[in-house]
């Protein structure tokens, strides 16, 4: 069964510093979403991105965040000045349409020092 | 503004107990409610969504629009039916933008 994966599985940086973190959606998915979950919190939803473009993206998707789907396959998530409080485990997700199942990955745990 | 809550953050039960996970939303449009399931060291995955009305491991939910909840139910709980269970609620309509509860994790003892 095709799976949504994520890498790197874990990934330690220096604040200010800049991520990128990649996700491979099902192949014929056409929806691609990013979520985070700060440790011991809710997963929040960032970004929405369809048809090569951000369909919508949340309030903590700011300027220091931009995604990508660079070669038809990889859809990547650049944070570009790593804070503190950017440390939380990233989700990708992709779903054939909008309103069908979105499928998540493993995961990319983030830590910011 | 939308909003899913999960009051209990633990939910304790011996094998073979009923299970109630509670969800309530807000929400001003029309819900698209889901449950979402996360077992030890996997990754999140769903494990039913109402409009489907299915009954997936024996677990079902109800979509209340009167008291704004989609509880999750299942009759005779089972070992491996511990992990953590999120409600989450599509607000995005046609592009699936979801919002989560903070999950309740479920812990069945045999």
């Known amino acids: 069964e095709p799976e949504v994966t994520q890498t790197p599985s874990h990934q330690v940086t220096q604040m200010g510093q800049e991520v990128i973190l990649r996700c491979v959606p099902i192949s014929n998915h056409l929806y691609f979403y990013w979520y985070r979950q700060i440790l011991g919190q809710k997963v929040e939803f960032l970004v929405s991105f369809y048809n090569n473009e951000i369909s919508e993206k949340s309030e903590i998707f700011d300027d220091q965040f931009s995604v990508e789907r660079p070669d038809g396959s990889n859809f990547t998530l650049k944070i570009r000045s790593t804070k503190l409080e950017d440390s939380a485990m990233y989700f990708c997700?992709?779903?054939?349409?909008?309103?069908?199942?979105?499928?998540f990955g493993p995961g990319t745990r983030l830590l910011v020092l | 503004a939308q909003r899913v809550t999960q009051p209990e953050k633990l939910l304790s039960v011996f094998k073979g107990a009923p299970v109630e996970l509670k969800c309530n939303y807000s929400?001003?449009?029309?819900?698209?409610l889901f449950w979402y399931v996360q077992y030890s060291r996997q990754r999140l995955q769903l494990l039913l969504r109402?409009?489907s009305r299915e009954s997936i491991k024996g677990f079902t939910a109800d979509l209340n629009k009167g008291e704004t909840s989609f509880h999750l139910k299942k009759p005779f709980a089972q070992e491996e039916d511990s992990a953590m269970y999120y409600c989450?609620?599509?607000?995005?309509?046609?592009?699936?933008?979801?919002?989560f509860g903070k999950g309740t994790k479920l812990s069945v003892k045999p």
């Open positions: 997700a992709s779903s054939r349409g909008g309103t069908e199942t979105q499928y």
């Open positions: 109402h409009i």
């Open positions: 989450a609620l599509n607000y995005g309509g046609s592009q699936g933008n979801l919002i």
């Open positions: 929400y001003s449009g029309s819900p698209e």
